[in-house]
Structures are given as structure tokens and as C-alpha cells.
């Protein structure tokens, strides 16, 4: 099965920016494949940030980001560019694969470990 390594959190002031990568390896990503980033806030269900299929689509996005990030994605990776970050963003950050243009985490089989982004005022 591919893996996904996630990769760029960290620890900054509100306001500024962070880009977060996730990288596959091991097997092949079709063309159909749907990248998503989702977040998981202590004590708080994982939610869904955003998603991009990497051949092509609309990037769609959370209500909660629109605006402030940007989701790219390539063929083995995807970046989050995260801008004007607030402290209500702090939360681990993984990336996933799947094959549906969906926002619900459970169309999503395959998961990255997970980075931690810390966004203090």
C-alpha cells in the first residue's frame, strides 16, 4: 500500500503562515486520485480542510480555511499552504487519499501519520 508522510508543522504566532506537505511512496497514485487534508483538535472529531483531485478539479474547501489556505496537488504529493493562521487552526494535520470527490473522512482509505500544527496568539 502507498504511504503518505506528511511533513512542515510546527509551532507559530497566529497571523502567520505554515505550508504543510505529504509525500507517497511505495506503490502507485492513479489519476483518479482524490488528495484530502483533514485535522483532528484535542478532544474534537477529525475534520475535513480540504481536498483536490491531482489530475485536474476544483479544489474544494472548509468553510473554516476558505480563503486563508490553498491545497495543491501533484501525482506523489500534496501541499497545504496555510496563511493567517488562527489559533483555532492548532490541531494534527493528516493527509489522505481516496477515490471519491468527498469531504466525509470515511471516503478516504488511506491515511498519513499525522503533523502537529501549534498556532499560539
Known amino acids: 500500500q502507498v504511504q503518505l508522510v506528511e511533513s512542515g508543522g510546527g509551532l507559530v504566532q497566529a497571523g502567520d503562515s505554515l505550508r504543510l506537505s505529504c509525500t507517497a511512496s511505495?506503490?502507485?497514485?492513479?489519476?483518479?486520485?482524490?488528495w484530502g487534508w483533514f485535522r483532528q483538535a484535542p478532544g474534537k472529531e477529525r475534520e475535513f480542510v480540504a481536498l483536490v483531485r491531482w489530475r485536474g478539479g476544483t479544489p474544494f474547501y472548509a468553510d473554516s480555511v476558505k480563503g486563508r489556505f490553498t491545497i495543491s496537488g501533484a501525482r506523489d504529493s500534496v501541499h497545504l499552504q496555510m496563511s493567517s493562521l488562527k489559533v483555532e487552526d492548532t490541531a494534527v494535520y493528516y493527509c489522505?487519499?481516496?477515490?471519491?470527490?468527498?469531504?466525509?473522512?470515511?471516503?478516504?482509505?488511506?491515511w498519513g501519520q499525522g503533523t502537529q500544527v501549534t498556532v499560539v496568539s
Open positions: 511505495g506503490g502507485r497514485i492513479l489519476s483518479s486520485t482524490v
Open positions: 489522505a487519499t481516496g477515490s471519491h470527490y468527498e469531504s466525509n473522512r470515511r471516503a478516504y482509505n488511506n
